[in-house]
């Protein structure tokens, strides 16, 4: 899971080149060139649609982008970020997920404190300020935020027309927000087909209330991407998983995924591994089609 330990694996790899920073990507954005380095990404906008929208929760108002097909009817997929809040490379992926046929809400799991970034321009992650900003906020997701965010999201897009709502829908989670994908959708079986998780933390530990206790309410098959160096901090996670799922009768995908640090699927991390995240994509893909 994301904590300091993750991040001083991070500093080690990044110190020697890394790859790809989130300024960088940006940039690229920008300038529209985006797609002569990172092909994968290039989606052809005659094809989706995209629009900010505003959600309605218990809690507030989410600020999310929804992306779909501006043809036809399809599964609703809500796209959950990293600790580091919804930003220009989770609605880049939210289109890419789109064009392959998919209505998608990428959304902002911060909306209770701010809208747009999650961190102040200047501050990036990771940093003291940054932690300083995340952690409050962070800790107001818990199961039962989670959830109530979930029914709100889906009960959005529900609503819309590109969405066909008697189609089972999908769970995206990334880092901490992994183990969100599994708290909704054990309160939402009838409504979630499948979930997928990459570099989650916390997902099986020894304690009473850690998630991988909910898959005995959940009728959704499951993709666990793991990486290496959070195998190693909890190799206990990958077991628990297995026999969590194995007991429910519900097929899991749960892999530990070589040479990859946490964080390695977002394109604008720091340890994006291109080669086991678009290996990931493709396996999310046959999941999504094969339980939806």
């Known amino acids: 899971m994301c904590d300091n330990s993750t991040e001083q694996d991070i500093q080690r790899v990044t110190a020697h080149g890394g790859t790809i920073n989130r300024r960088q990507f940006n940039q690229l954005l920008a300038l529209g060139t985006l797609s002569a380095v990172m092909p994968q990404f290039a ?3 005659e094809s989706i649609m995209h629009q900010e929208v505003t959600v309605k929760t218990p809690d507030g108002m989410a600020d999310c982008l929804f992306t779909a097909p501006k ?5 609703a997929i809500v796209m959950w970020p990293d600790i580091k809040g919804r930003r220009a490379a989770f609605d880049v992926m939210g289109q ?5 046929g998919y209505a998608v809400l990428v959304v902002n799991p911060f909306y209770r404190d701010t809208s747009g970034a999650a961190l102040p321009k200047g501050v990036e992650f990771p940093s003291p300020e940054a932690w300083q900003t995340l952690s409050p906020m962070r800790e107001k997701l818990t199961q039962q935020a989670v959830v109530s965010d979930a029914q709100a999201f889906f009960a959005f897009l529900d609503e819309q027309s590109s969405v066909d709502a ?9 880092c901490m927000s992994g183990a969100f994908t599994m708290f909704a959708a054990a309160a939402m ?20 209330d850690s998630p991988h206790h909910t898959v005995a309410q959940s009728d959704a098959l499951a993709l666990h991407a793991i990486a290496e160096n959070d195998n190693e901090r909890s190799p206990q ?4 998983l297995k026999e969590a799922y194995q007991a429910a009768g519900l097929t899991a995908h749960i892999e530990v995924y070589a040479e990859t640090l946490h964080g390695w699927t977002p394109p604008d991390s720091r340890v994006y591994n291109e080669k086991q995240a678009e290996r990931a994509w493709q396996q999310t893909l046959a999941l999504f089609n094969q339980a939806l």
């Open 43 to 45: 989606v052809a906008d």
């Open 96 to 100: 890419r997920l789109a064009a392959q």
């Open 166 to 174: 008697k189609r089972q829908g999908a769970l995206m989670g990334y």
């Open 71 to 75: 043809t036809g009817t399809h599964p």
């Open 189 to 208: 079986p009838g409504r979630i087909g499948a979930i997928a998780s990459f570099h989650g933390g916390g997902l099986a530990t020894d304690k009473a």
């Open 237 to 240: 996670m990958q077991p628990l």
